[in-house]
């Protein structure tokens, strides 16, 4: 049971150098962590008997520091949660290294590569009953980047705390039997949104303009199309505000089909506007309309 210390002038794992504080930046920007994160791997499980906990394998990088859990064994109290600290006190240059088991997480940040201070980070907590383990689960581990490009990213939870930059394009297009003056398709993201108003080019009562399973010679285009069939409803503008007009389908290929008008029908003079239609779309980001 042992833990071995390394650095890049520490190549076999024998040595912490005190004088390795320039070492030690450097896996810190490299890692981009600050003092008040760390990282943490199991190689291989750690093995638990009763109240026994033994790192195998694990590699640790807090401050740093880079060192290895070979076997190292720690004694678990028995009903609680026990937090695993590590305790980095570079002053002592002959165990710098050393794992404490506790009733509450005791970290801190301190800066070690400018003073004699230790730091002590919770890399484990670990709930046991009278006899055994119960769970164990790392705390958070955090890296620090300005900026990170990457052309593929699998993200479990994301948690924005300012601002989502998404590509944004627009296109004009034409609803069966509308105008194509007002009428627009705006998509950020994978999220396409219909806004703008638009005039009817026929006087046409209450009824059926398009039967289910006709469609319309007006398509949606590529970049916009829904990923399943979406209803859109557009109500009167002006006169007889807030009055539901008409309802149409947009098929995932971009087909318009059901259209149907509802109460006083079409005029050619009263303006039309979208309510809430919007849908996700997986089709490929549309460049050429593409506004920032």
């Not at 059926?208 to 399973?213: H, K, Q």
């Not at 319309?216 to 009167?236: H, M, N, W």
Request: hydrophobic fraction near 35%; include cysteine; proline fraction near 5%.
């Amino acid at each position: 049971m042992t833990i071995r210390n390394y650095t890049f002038f520490s190549p076999n794992g024998n040595d912490f150098p005190v004088s390795a504080n320039g070492d030690a930046k450097l896996y810190m920007l490299l890692a981009g962590n600050s003092y008040s994160q760390f990282i943490v791997r199991n190689w291989q499980n750690p093995t638990i008997t009763g109240l026994n906990k033994i790192y195998q394998a694990t590699s640790v990088l807090l401050a740093g520091r880079y060192f290895e859990l070979n076997y190292e064994p720690v004694t678990l109290l028995p009903n609680t949660i026990n937090y695993v600290h590590v305790n980095i006190d570079i002053s002592n240059t002959s165990k710098p290294v050393s794992l404490t088991v506790e009733r509450t997480d005791n970290s801190n940040s301190n800066d070690i590569n400018i003073g004699n201070s230790i730091i002590k980070r919770c890399i484990d907590q670990v709930t046991t009953n009278q006899n055994t383990v119960i769970s164990s689960v790392t705390p958070e581990q955090g890296r620090n980047f300005d900026v990170i490009n990457a052309q593929t990213a699998k993200i479990k939870t994301l948690d924005v705390s300012d601002n989502v930059d998404l590509p944004v394009s627009t296109t004009l297009f034409k609803l069966p039997y509308m105008n194509n003056n007002g009428s627009r398709l705006v998509r950020s993201g994978n999220m396409v949104i219909c806004e703008g108003t638009f005039t009817s080019t026929l006087v046409r009562p209450a009824g059926a303009l398009i039967d289910i399973g006709n469609y319309a010679s007006e398509t949606i285009p590529l970049g916009y199309r829904p990923v399943q069939p979406k209803d859109i409803c557009f109500y009167r503008r002006t006169t007889g505000s807030g009055q539901k007009v008409g309802r149409v389908q947009v098929t995932s290929d971009g087909r318009f089909t059901e259209l149907y008008v509802f109460n006083d029908g079409f005029d050619t003079t009263s303006a039309m506007m979208f309510d809430g239609a919007c849908w996700m779309t997986t089709d490929p980001f549309p460049t050429s309309d593409k506004i920032n």
